[in-house]
């Protein structure tokens, strides 16, 4: 998943995602989700990026990540999944592809549009039918967002700029008729996979998205 001449710069949101190749398993055990999870905890700090929500999922994942340094996001993801593959392939021996190409991004230009995202990624499990709510399922960040759990990779700052509480974001996730509303606004943001699909990527000296936090920092308590 080498660096593709993708545009990201400092400051920027992203919504990145990717699934397995032929829709087929990415993760097979909880010992892969949790791999996958001290990869990004180990790395984020090296490669400049803030985790504000995530969803893995048994077929794919989800995040949306904030680039706080130059380093783009692509060289992050390439060394996180690399090494995924690589460990997955040794635990299972097997060989090959595991993803079905490399992952894609939409750069997120607008903060009404920010938590939407949020939203749509902490209901993956739901959708699929894999949780009764979102907090049942281990392997995202929502029972961060919500107090529920303890946890670095989320932040709070920005959680703390979008919902004064915890309980608005619960009520927010909860209240479906507004999601099914906001999903007609945010589809080139989570643009999942249709032929032909358009995404929003950032183009060269695009304008970026007004500060939501004062503090841009990544901050996780």
């Known amino acids: 998943m080498p660096y593709r001449g993708d545009v990201f710069a400092e400051g920027h949101y992203y919504h990145i995602y990717n699934r397995g190749a032929g829709k087929a398993p990415i993760f097979f055990q909880p010992d892969d989700y949790e791999h996958c999870l001290r990869l990004i905890k180990r790395h984020r700090e090296q490669y400049g990026v803030c985790v504000v929500a995530y ?72 959708k699929a039918n894999l949780a009764s709510r979102p907090g049942e399922w281990p392997y995202s960040n929502y029972p961060e967002w919500v107090g529920a759990r303890s946890g670095t990779l989320k932040d709070q700052g920005l959680i703390s700029a979008l919902f004064p509480t915890a309980a608005a974001y619960e009520r927010f996730v909860a209240d479906g008729r507004d999601e099914e509303k906001s999903l007609q606004h945010i589809r080139p943001y989570v643009w999942d996979w249709p032929p032909g699909g358009r995404r929003r990527t950032r183009p060269p000296g695009g304008r970026n998205l007004r500060e939501v936090s004062v503090d841009r920092r990544c901050r996780a308590d």
């Open 55 to 126: 969803c893995l999922m048994p077929n794919h994942y989800h995040f949306c990540l904030r680039q706080e340094g130059e380093q783009a996001l692509s060289r992050f993801m390439a060394i996180i999944f690399n090494s995924y593959v690589q460990a997955v392939n040794r635990r299972r021996e097997r060989a090959g592809t595991l993803f079905q190409g490399r992952f894609r991004h939409a750069w997120i230009d607008r903060e009404e549009y920010l938590a939407h995202l949020c939203r749509y990624i902490h209901l993956n499990p739901v």
